[in-house]
Structure formats: C-alpha cells, structure tokens
C-alpha cells in the first residue's frame, strides 16, 4: 500500500479508537487534502474495497474510518430490500452507492450519476474493485432538462463539490430523471452542490407516480428549495444528519 507512516498511524487511531476528540488527533497526524496516500486500496466499513488518495476529502473520511456519512448510508440501505432500484445522483466514488449495491443484491440495480470525469473513473474502479455487477454508472448531470451544460470543476482538496455552473470550466451532458424510463426507483440520493431543487423539477412524475424516498443535500447558507415542492408532492421533509435531509413518502 503506497501511504506515509504519518496516514497509516491516524488510519489505525481513527479505526481503533472511538472516543470524543479522535478526530482532531487524526487530522493533527494526517490532515484532509494532505498527500501521503495515493492508489491505496483499502476496506471500509461492510468489507468494501476502495481506491483511494487522502488529497481528497471524501477519500481521506474512508481512508482514516472506514465510511462518509454513515448516518445517511444506514438509512439508504435500511429502506432498500433485494431486488429494487436506487438512484444516486453526484455518486462520487461510490460511498453511497456501493453499500447500495450490496443492500438489493445481485437482482437490484443502482443508477449512479457522476458527470466529474476525474471522479467518475474513481467510482468506475471501486465498482470493478468489489465486482459490484448491479452498478449502472453514468456520466451525466441531471437537472431539470436534457441538454448540455457548464461544469465547474473543483479546485479545493475536495474533488466532490463540482457543480453546474454557468462559467463552468467543462461542458457535460445533461438529463432529466423523467426523460429517462427507468425501473421505479425506491429511493433517490441527491447531491448536486446547490442544485437539487432542478433534479426534483425534473423528476416530478417519477416523484408523483412511484412515491421514492428522496435524500438530498440542504446546505445551511442556502435556502431549501426542494422541500416546498416535495410537500406539494405528498411527502413529509426531516433532517437525517447536517447537511442531508429525507423526504418521506
């Protein structure tokens, strides 16, 4: 495993221990966006492999526990059962997705969208890395159309808070969740940075007809756009942890 002694010892500390305060001692040892760890595979929390490097944020988190957002992954995989379809939309390198995966077993499917090429071809190895068959990856945005639109690409050690823009640096493609005919999704994870309310005006016949749980990102110096639509849909919004949110069905 190509890593420093500095990361391998805030790895084990921050595996090991679970005590109040051990974050800031493994980031004393071995910050965020740090290099030291580069094309490390790893196991995170259920026995999945991932490739990771600790300059990025999302891959340092696995790295050092074993997990990101665990709060929102247990409930993604407490209301999926074998054989149903999950969405998860900026998928990054497959956190979410591929406990998901795991979760509806080899007769489900999860939709992974990922427009951050960088990114995507991370995603793309930790698929091939479990001989997680189920994952559908995909390179497009989603929004509110079909179409092209302006990317920006992260400059920050986190590679996950790309987002459309309109002086983007990257043209991606483009769609919208109802222009697509998929299978009826139980659930729906969004995380677009500050675009979720057009992936839910893209989808609200899917919403309407197939009821799905929705987890989205709400980030605080935003206002939440999406609840008002989603309980003009029927569903009833409650946090799960800062910054996610779930809208009930």
């Known amino acids: 495993m190509n890593e420093s002694l500095s990361a391998r010892s805030a790895r084990l500390i921050g595996h090991l221990v679970k005590t109040h305060g051990v974050d800031r ?108 068959a189920n994952i559908v990856v995909r390179s497009e945005a989603v929004a509110d159309k079909v179409g092209t639109a302006r990317f920006r690409i992260p400059t920050s050690e986190n590679r996950g808070v790309g987002h459309l823009a309109d002086m983007g640096d ?26 979720e309310h057009r992936v839910i005006a893209g ?13 989205y990102e709400s980030l605080a110096h935003l206002q939440d756009r999406c609840a008002p639509e989603l309980i003009k849909l029927g569903y009833r919004v409650e946090p799960i942890a800062e910054p996610m949110k779930v809208a009930l069905p």
């Open 25 to 132: 001692l493994v980031r004393t040892l071995h910050s965020p966006g740090r290099p030291g760890v580069h094309n490390a595979e790893v196991y995170g929390n259920g026995g999945l492999r991932y490739c990771v490097s600790t300059a990025s944020f999302i891959e340092w988190a696995i790295y050092m526990y074993g997990h990101y957002e665990s709060d929102v992954t247990e409930f993604l995989c407490s209301v999926l059962r074998p054989g149903d379809t999950a969405i998860d939309i900026g998928a990054n390198v497959g956190v979410h997705a591929l406990p998901m995966a795991q979760a509806v077993g080899e007769t489900g499917t999860v939709v992974a969208f990922e427009p951050f090429a960088e990114v995507r071809r991370r995603l793309e190895t930790n698929v091939l890395l479990n001989n997680l």
């Open 170 to 195: 990257a043209e991606v493609a483009v769609t919208a969740l109802d222009e697509l005919g998929l299978a009826a999704p139980r659930v729906i994870k969004i995380d677009t940075e500050g675009a």
């Open 203 to 215: 989808a609200k016949t899917l919403l309407a007809t197939h009821r799905p749980y929705v987890v």
